[in-house]
């Protein structure tokens, strides 16, 4: 059985940067695809960024630019390098792992950015 953890979330001021990371714990991490998530209050969850088990990333379009997703498969751990946040980056952020037709989920890390 795979878990999720993820770390890294805080308070940030505007312009500011934050690593997030996604530790695999359980099971081993190559061959999983991976992805970035977050929920702003009183928003639904969204897609931000993923990455294929071949390292392929994609992101959304607000984030291009500013965020890298990457993983360390030797390491079991994934990451979401956010540059220039932006208040409107404040959510709680969730990675995610797609195992075959199985979603796993993490418990979320807490992003604001503030001044």
């Known amino acids: 059985q795979v878990q999720l953890v993820e770390s890294g979330g805080g308070l940030v001021q505007p312009g500011g940067s934050l690593r997030l990371s996604c530790a695999t714990v359980?099971?081993?991490?190559?061959?999983?695809?991976m992805a970035w998530y977050r929920q702003a209050p009183g928003n639904q969850r969204e897609w931000v960024a993923s990455?294929?088990?071949?390292?392929?990333?994609n992101y959304l379009e607000s984030v291009k630019g500013r965020f890298t997703i990457s993983r360390d498969n030797a390491k079991n751990i994934m990451y979401l390098q956010m540059n220039t946040l932006k208040p409107e980056d404040t959510a709680v952020y969730y990675c995610?792992?797609?195992?075959?037709?199985?979603?796993?989920w993490g418990q979320g890390t807490k992003v604001t950015v503030s001044s």
């Open positions: 359980g099971r081993i991490f190559v061959g999983y695809a």
């Open positions: 995610k792992a797609q195992i075959g037709v199985s979603e796993v």
């Open positions: 990455i294929s088990s071949g390292a392929i990333t």
